[in-house]
């Protein structure tokens, strides 16, 4: 049967699911929960969040298992154990990179932003010399010459920090023709001149 996607109307930890999903053809159902989340779809989370993808009757949480669910079913694992591993690798920074973006969103936005701008090129060096190995300026792929679930979560990681500090990538060209890429990727255009994209926002504080 269908995927269903349950999250809130927001970009947040989703969207790299998302466009995932959507440029590679595969059908989902988008399921809104922030309608009843408290007492209808809280509960039913093993860790009480979302996002959430059901698969049938598998329901997994945790956006990073729903990513490399997705990827070792439809292929975006890489061609080897080694090529997986720098995948993982390379998601595991993304996280790290999300995680510290969360904090400065929901928890210090006012106080915090101009220093973690500041910082940024910091966070971003070891994506451009990572990716500096391999061509990814060229093929749009962090890992060998197929795009990855990583590809997706980096990308979105990178659109959501050009839209928080539009120069960010202006020193790093390996970065931003990698970014380019992503968005002339047929099915990342197609998704992203959806309503559905436009009018969503990236987090649920209307910071960004
Ligand atoms: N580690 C989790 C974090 C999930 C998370 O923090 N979810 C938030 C929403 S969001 O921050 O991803 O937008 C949530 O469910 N919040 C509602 C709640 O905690 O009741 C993941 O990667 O999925």
Request: hydrophobic share 35%.
């Amino acid at each position: 049967g269908k995927y269903q996607l349950i999250y809130f109307n927001v970009r947040g930890r989703g969207e790299a699911i998302r466009t995932l999903l959507k440029d590679n053809g595969i059908d989902y159902e988008e399921i809104n929960c922030g309608n009843n989340w408290q007492k209808e779809w809280k509960p039913q989370m093993q860790f009480g969040q979302t996002p959430a993808l059901r698969d049938n009757d598998f329901l997994l949480v945790q956006s990073n298992a729903i990513l490399r669910h997705l990827a070792r079913k439809h292929g975006l694992y890489g061609d080897t154990e080694e090529e997986a591993a720098l995948i993982d690798m390379i998601n595991d920074g993304v996280e790290d990179l999300r995680s510290k973006y969360v904090n400065l969103i929901y928890r210090n936005y006012e106080n915090g932003k101009d220093e973690y701008i500041a910082d940024l090129p910091n966070q971003l060096q070891p994506f451009e010399k990572l990716l500096s190995s391999n061509g990814a300026d060229r093929s749009g792929c962090c890992v060998g010459t197929k795009c990855s679930f990583a590809d997706y979560n980096l990308s979105d990681l990178l659109d959501i920090h050009v839209v928080l500090a539009p120069k960010c990538l202006e020193d790093f060209p390996i970065l931003k023709a990698y970014y380019q890429q992503y968005l002339a990727r047929p099915g990342v255009l197609e998704y992203r001149e959806t309503e559905a994209f436009k009018q969503r926002p990236i987090n649920g504080n209307g910071k960004q």
